[in-house]
C-alpha cells in the first residue's frame, strides 16, 4: 500500500468552485428530478381525465338512446294526461249538469216535464205541462219565490197555452238562469 501525500497548497478559490460545482450538480439533478415527477404527474391525470372523459361520454351517449327510445312512451303520457284533463272537465260539468237537473225535478215535483235544455252558461229551458189552472197558479208563486231568494236569474215565460184536448190543462215554456251556489 502506498500512501500519498499532496504537497500542494489547497487554494480556497478552487475549492469555492469545487463546491459550487457540486452545488449546482445536485440543484440541477434535484431539478430534473423535479421536472420528471412533475411530467409524469401531469400524463397520469392527462390519461385519467382521457378515460373519464370517454366513460362520460359513452355514458351521455346510452342515456340519449334511452331517452330517445322513452320518446313516443313521454309523448304517450301526455297525451293521456290530456285526455283525462278533458274527461276530468266533461264529468265535473256532468255533475253540475245532474245537481242541477235534481234541483229542477225538485222545483217542479207534482208537475210534469216534458223538456229540459241546458245550454253553456247555464241558462234553462223547460217545457211543463200542468193539469189545472191552480197547478199553474201555484207553480208560478213557486218561481216567484225561488226568483226573489236568487235561486233563479232572467226568468223569461215563453208561451201559455191551453191545451185543446183538455181545456183544463196548460202547457208552459219559459226560460231562466239557475244561480251558482
Given at each position: 500500500?502506498?500512501?500519498?501525500i499532496?504537497?500542494?497548497?489547497?487554494?480556497?478559490?478552487?475549492?469555492?468552485?469545487?463546491?459550487?460545482?457540486?452545488i449546482?450538480?445536485?440543484?440541477?439533478?434535484?431539478?430534473?428530478?423535479?421536472?420528471?415527477?412533475?411530467?409524469?404527474?401531469?400524463?397520469?391525470i392527462?390519461f385519467?381525465?382521457?378515460?373519464?372523459?370517454?366513460?362520460?361520454i359513452?355514458?351521455?351517449?346510452?342515456?340519449?338512446?334511452?331517452?330517445?327510445?322513452?320518446?313516443?312512451?313521454?309523448?304517450?303520457?301526455?297525451?293521456?294526461?290530456?285526455?283525462?284533463?278533458?274527461?276530468?272537465?266533461?264529468?265535473q260539468?256532468q255533475?253540475?249538469?245532474?245537481?242541477?237537473?235534481?234541483?229542477?225535478q225538485?222545483?217542479?215535483k207534482p208537475?210534469?216535464?216534458?223538456?229540459?235544455?241546458i245550454?253553456?252558461?247555464?241558462?234553462?229551458?223547460?217545457?211543463?205541462?200542468?193539469?189545472?189552472?191552480?197547478?199553474?197558479?201555484?207553480?208560478?208563486?213557486?218561481?216567484?219565490f225561488?226568483e226573489?231568494n236568487?235561486?233563479i236569474t232572467?226568468?223569461?215565460?215563453?208561451?201559455?197555452?191551453?191545451?185543446?184536448d183538455?181545456?183544463?190543462?196548460?202547457?208552459?215554456?219559459?226560460?231562466?238562469?239557475?244561480?251558482?251556489?
Amino acid at each position: 500500500m502506498k500512501e500519498t501525500i499532496n504537497l500542494l497548497t489547497i487554494r480556497p478559490e478552487r475549492e469555492q468552485k469545487k463546491q459550487e460545482k457540486k452545488i449546482a450538480a445536485v440543484f440541477s439533478f434535484v431539478l430534473i428530478g423535479i421536472f420528471l415527477i412533475f411530467n409524469l404527474a401531469l400524463f397520469g391525470i392527462y390519461f385519467f381525465l382521457r378515460s373519464n372523459a370517454e366513460q362520460t361520454i359513452k355514458t351521455l351517449e346510452d342515456q340519449e338512446v334511452f331517452i330517445v327510445k322513452l320518446s313516443p312512451l313521454v309523448q304517450s303520457y301526455s297525451s293521456l294526461e290530456q285526455k283525462l284533463a278533458f274527461l276530468s272537465g266533461v264529468w265535473q260539468k256532468q255533475i253540475k249538469m245532474d245537481q242541477d237537473l235534481t234541483y229542477l225535478q225538485s222545483l217542479f215535483k207534482p208537475f210534469s216535464l216534458e223538456r229540459v235544455t241546458i245550454d253553456k252558461i247555464g241558462q234553462s229551458q223547460l217545457n211543463l205541462f200542468l193539469k189545472t189552472s191552480s197547478d199553474l197558479e201555484a207553480f208560478l208563486e213557486k218561481l216567484k219565490f225561488e226568483e226573489k231568494n236568487n235561486r233563479i236569474t232572467n226568468l223569461k215565460i215563453i208561451s201559455t197555452n191551453r191545451n185543446e184536448d183538455t181545456h183544463d190543462a196548460y202547457e208552459l215554456s219559459l226560460i231562466f238562469k239557475l244561480v251558482k251556489p
